[in-house]
């Protein structure tokens, strides 16, 4: 079974940056979309951005010009490098995989990652 294991996380003042990373347990191929979503307390669970296997990317409006989500298909890793940061990015943050294989699409999510941004 394959696992999407996070790491970066932490506790940050607005305006600094963090880094997140997500790693595929095992090899895996077909990996279309990456994606990272983020679950603020008391909100719904938000798509902040997406990355295609051909490199195209999409974001939300509100983290457009201050987050970059890039991957490394030789190491199944997914990044999402946050910068100038506010206190309204602070949210658990989760890495999706989405894969086609055999006409099937087949889905992997991260364990969740805390991400805090104080004022």
């Known amino acids: 079974q394959v696992q999407l294991v996070q790491s970066g996380g932490g506790v940050v003042q607005a305006g600094n940056s963090l880094k997140l990373s997500c790693a595929a347990s095992e090899t895996i191929f077909n990996v279309w979309l990456m994606a990272w979503y983020r679950h603020p307390p008391g909100k719904q669970r938000e798509l902040v951005a997406t990355i295609e296997n051909g490199g195209t990317t999409n974001y939300t409006d509100s983290v457009k010009g201050r987050f970059t989500i890039s991957r490394d298909n030789t190491k199944n890793t997914a990044y999402l490098q946050m910068n100038s940061l506010k206190p309204e990015d602070t949210s658990v943050y989760y890495c999706?995989?989405?894969?086609?294989?055999?006409?099937?699409?087949?889905?992997?999510w991260g364990q969740g990652t805390q991400v805090t941004v104080s004022s």
């Open positions: 999706n995989f989405v894969i086609a294989v055999g006409g099937k699409v087949l889905d992997y």
